[in-house]
């Protein structure tokens, strides 16, 4: 499949708003996999500004998953108090929390998946 066919899938998908099957690309490493992700990122900052010219820039984050531990994807557990005792929630990493806006859409990068640890995969 073509570069150009790829962004082409992912904005059918962004526009269409059917976002309920992801895309994933696997290929050997330097072929353009985060590069393309960026570009999808930026076709869809410019069709939400076609009708909304302020909106914000699509969000491009990519995290590199050879360099996560397993708490960098979970959050770091913390105990809060509710009306039935003590719960432990997991408090989300800063770029896990920035994709949890349901006003914020772009591009999630799963980098080196296949290299990552079996824990953080």
């Given at each position: 499949?073509?570069?150009?066919?790829?962004?082409?899938?992912?904005?059918?998908?962004?526009?269409?708003?059917?976002?309920?099957?992801?895309?994933?690309?696997?290929?050997?490493?330097?072929?353009?996999?985060?590069?393309?992700?960026?570009?999808?990122?930026?076709?869809?900052?410019?069709?939400?500004?076609?009708?909304?010219?302020?909106?914000?820039?699509?969000?491009?984050?990519?995290?590199?998953?050879?360099?996560?531990?397993?708490?960098?994807?979970?959050?770091?557990?913390?105990?809060?108090?509710?009306?039935?005792?003590?719960?432990t929630r997991y408090a989300p990493q800063e770029?896990?929390?920035?994709?949890?806006?349901?006003?914020?859409y772009g591009v999630l990068c799963l980098d080196?998946?296949?290299?990552?640890?079996?824990?953080?995969?």
């Amino acid at each position: 499949m073509q570069y150009s066919d790829i962004v082409a899938l992912a904005m059918a998908q962004f526009v269409s708003e059917d976002m309920s099957t992801p895309i994933c690309l696997l290929g050997s490493p330097g072929i353009g996999k985060t590069s393309l992700a960026r570009s999808i990122a930026d076709q869809m900052t410019k069709a939400v500004r076609r009708e909304r010219p302020d909106a914000p820039s699509a969000i491009c984050q990519v995290v590199d998953l050879t360099s996560k531990m397993p708490e960098d994807m979970s959050g770091l557990p913390r105990i809060d108090q509710t009306p039935s005792g003590l719960v432990t929630r997991y408090a989300p990493q800063e770029w896990l929390a920035k994709l949890s806006d349901p006003e914020v859409y772009g591009v999630l990068c799963l980098d080196d998946l296949p290299a990552a640890s079996p824990a953080v995969q």
